[in-house]
C-alpha cells in the first residue's frame, strides 16, 4: 500500500479484495489527552465524510491521528484528504481541490 505522511495526519491507503472502501481512524496517546484524541478523531471523520468519491475496487483507508490534529478544523484536512485521492485515483468532488501542503510518501 500507500503511505502519505502530513504534520497534521498519516494516511495509508491498501488494495484490498472485498470490493468496498473501508476506512479506519484511529489515534495513539501520543496525540494527546482522552479529549484531544476524541476531538482529533471526529475532525478526521468530518473531514472524510465531506469528500465523495466512486471506486469500482475495494481499498482501505486508514487515517492516522497526530499531535497536530486535534488543533485543526476539517476544513482544513479536506484539501489535505482530497490531494492524495487525486494522486491515488481520480475521484468525484463536490468542489475543485485546493493545493494542499508539501506531500512527502515513503
Known amino acids: 500500500g500507500d503511505c502519505y505522511i502530513y504534520p497534521e495526519m498519516v494516511v495509508y491507503i491498501i488494495k484490498n479484495r472485498y470490493g468496498t472502501v473501508r476506512t479506519g481512524?484511529?489515534?495513539s496517546k501520543k496525540?494527546?489527552?482522552a479529549v484531544k484524541r476524541n476531538r482529533a478523531r471526529r475532525v478526521m471523520r468530518r473531514a472524510f465524510s465531506?469528500?465523495?468519491f466512486d471506486?469500482?475496487?475495494g481499498y482501505d483507508i486508514i487515517l492516522v491521528a497526530r499531535g497536530k490534529t486535534a488543533g485543526c478544523k476539517s476544513q482544513m484536512l479536506v484539501p489535505l484528504i482530497r490531494s492524495i485521492?487525486?494522486?491515488c485515483w481520480d475521484?468525484?468532488?463536490?468542489t475543485t481541490p485546493r493545493a494542499a501542503a508539501?506531500?512527502?510518501k515513503r
Open 91 to 94: 475521484i468525484t468532488a463536490d
Open 55 to 57: 471506486r469500482d475496487q
Open 25 to 27: 481512524i484511529t489515534s
Open 102 to 104: 508539501t506531500l512527502s
Open 50 to 52: 465531506q469528500i465523495s
Open 85 to 87: 485521492f487525486h494522486r
Open 31 to 33: 496525540t494527546g489527552n
